[in-house]
């Protein structure tokens, strides 16, 4: 029997580059579906706070926009404690498939330096997602302390150095560490009285134990509409609408002031860049929505549009700024 050449027994070039395209496209076809068919069940967004706060109410605005749009159930699970370190280590374990996010807040940041040994490394474990909103920070006073405005806080506090006390949610919060920032830029020293919750520093400034106290707009709100509390100023760069005729500490005297309580989605850091790219997209569009525009407005904040790595950017550099702030105010947890 006379030997076929070896060339008449391989397939051609043609035949075997028309095999491996279509061994490829039978490879991608069912990675590509399931990347379509995202979501297919309903998805999570963890809250490291408790239920009715203002991290608490944007998740819940934004996730009912997104479960519209998605098609799919969107669940907010509340998972106080630790500064929030218990909820982002939930994250941080869960699996990696864009069905579990968080509603992430400025001690996503902060933590990393007020915790030690470091609880996570935010820019390594999570993938930002979108940026949300942000809601001001606001310095008030009791409706008997007897200080009527910023200037004569500031007066008094130069002139009875470490004397004037305030209330905050806790060591390490976003209150405190912008009232640590107010006082390196005023040149002031006030009193830090650091509670358990910004219900409870509300509770004794009214009562008369403490005089001043920094909290997120939102929890202010209802006190200073009844008259039991005086707000003196709002730590962010723009004016909040629900306090129209407060001024900014940029425009009390301190130009380019701002601490600011910012929300954003993040996910476990190998969450698929197709389900980042969906997600970030329907978030932009939620944010155009007189529903969380509303809900943003009624928090006092406003939402923040953006991509994803303008949120990323934002989580170094306040990654950088809490790290000197902490190291040189020796700030420690609760």
Avoid: C
Avoid at 9 to 26: D, F, G, M, T, Y
């Amino acid at each position: 029997m006379t030997a076929r050449p070896l060339s008449s027994v391989l397939p051609s070039r043609r035949v075997w580059l028309a095999s491996a395209a279509a061994l490829a496209a039978a490879t991608a076809a069912p990675h590509a579906l399931a990347q379509a068919a995202y979501p297919a069940r309903p998805i999570r967004i963890v809250v490291g706070y408790a239920a009715g706060g203002a991290v608490d109410a944007v998740a819940r605005a934004i996730g009912q926009v997104l479960s519209q749009s998605l098609g799919q159930p969107v669940i907010v699970d509340n998972k106080p404690g630790a500064g929030s370190n218990i909820a982002v280590k939930s994250v941080i374990a869960a699996e990696a498939d864009g069905y579990t996010l968080m509603m992430a807040a400025n001690a996503l940041a902060a933590n990393m330096s007020l915790y030690q040994p470091m609880p996570f490394d935010a820019e390594k474990d999570l993938v930002a997602i979108s940026l949300v909103g942000r809601v001001p920070v606001v310095l008030a006073a009791g409706a008997n302390a007897g200080i009527g405005s910023l200037q004569a806080l500031l007066q008094s506090a130069k002139a009875k150095p470490g004397v004037l006390a305030y209330a905050s949610p806790g060591n390490g919060s976003t209150p405190h560490m912008a009232i640590e920032l107010l006082e390196r830029e005023a040149g002031i020293q006030l009193q830090h009285v650091p509670y358990r919750g910004g219900a409870a520093a509300l509770t004794d400034v009214i009562g008369g134990q403490v005089p001043l106290v920094a909290v997120n707009a939102l929890e202010v709100q209802p006190h200073a509409k009844s008259g039991k509390l005086k707000v003196l100023a709002v730590l962010s760069a723009n004016r909040t609408p629900i306090f129209p005729d407060v001024p900014t500490i940029a425009e009390s005297g301190f130009p380019g002031f701002e601490a600011a309580v910012w929300y954003g989605l993040v996910a476990p850091a190998a969450t698929p860049k197709a389900v980042v790219a969906r997600l970030h997209d329907e978030v932009q569009k939620a944010l155009q929505t007189k529903e969380v525009r509303e809900r943003m407005t009624a928090v006092g904040g406003e939402v923040l549009p953006g991509s994803s790595e303008q949120f990323a950017q934002l989580i170094r550099s306040e990654r950088r700024r809490y790290e000197k702030l902490v190291r040189e105010a020796n700030i420690k947890p609760d």
